[in-house]
């Protein structure tokens, strides 16, 4: 089991990115859903933001699509409690094998399903149709090269903010929109990451896993302030087909 369950750690997020209320607004806007019927989020969590379109855009019909269950379940449960029902349905299955189509796409963090970046925005552009448009988030080195403390924790497979953008004309889209998130969407993203997790340590402190929990948040805490706070960004693409 994990420890503390997804459902108690992921509690005190709005959404699993660095995203602002408004920021979200403008990226729908961006994103032309008012001439658009349906709406396919590929990864998409407990869903938020794909009900936020929803809200936004009466006549538009929504599907997101995780392989968590838990996430599914709580994207469910608000789907419900907001009415939108009859316009909303998330489906637990493996992004990389949904083979439908729809005017527009939302792929946000989770590259890493396809295998990263390139291999993400590629397979994308092969499910969307010309015209069609992809709301895509994905991290990225927000200013030339990393410092390789940041790197040993992400990995070599972030890309720069400009190379992703070069990924994405390659993959056959064009960048009609971009965006990072700022630092007080990067500092809330932290904390209520952090927050659910220190929740969980309040009312679990005897736990046996505790311990090993509450070194955990610490090291992300130390890391995030001291090495990738500023360095790490989380970039938003318009895409068009
Ligand atoms: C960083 S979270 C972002 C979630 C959501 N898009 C958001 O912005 O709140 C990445 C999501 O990708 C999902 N994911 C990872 N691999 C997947 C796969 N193969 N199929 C479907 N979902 C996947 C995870 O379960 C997780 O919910």
Request: hydrophobic letters at 45%.
């Amino acid at each position: 089991m994990d420890v503390p369950p997804p459902e108690i750690a992921y509690s005190r997020m709005r959404w699993n990115a660095p995203l602002s209320l408004p920021h979200a607004e403008s990226l729908l806007h961006q994103l032309q859903l008012a001439d658009a019927a349906t709406l396919v989020d590929l990864g998409c969590g407990w869903g938020e933001l794909l009900l936020q379109a929803a809200a936004m855009h009466p006549a538009l019909h929504c599907e997101g699509i995780d392989n968590q269950a838990w996430a599914i379940e709580r994207a469910r449960g608000a789907t419900v409690e907001r009415g939108l029902a009859a316009r909303v349905r998330f489906r637990l299955q493996d992004a990389t094998t949904w083979d439908g189509s729809a005017h527009r796409l939302m792929c946000i963090g989770s590259s890493h399903a396809w295998g990263g970046s390139s291999q993400a925005l590629r397979a994308l552009a092969a499910r969307s149709a010309p015209g069609g448009y992809l709301l895509y988030g994905d991290g990225c080195w927000e200013h030339g090269r990393p410092p390789a403390d940041a790197v040993a924790i992400f990995g070599d497979g972030v890309l720069r903010l400009g190379d992703l953008a070069a990924e994405a004309v390659a993959a056959g889209w064009r960048v009609m929109h971009s965006s990072t998130a700022d630092l007080r969407e990067w500092d809330e993203f932290e904390s209520s990451w952090r927050d659910g997790r220190e929740h969980w340590l309040r009312t679990n402190a005897d736990d046996p896993a505790a311990e090993e929990l509450r070194q955990l948040v610490e090291r992300r805490l130390r890391e995030y302030l001291d090495v990738y706070r500023g360095v790490l960004g989380f970039a938003y693409l318009v895409l068009r087909k």
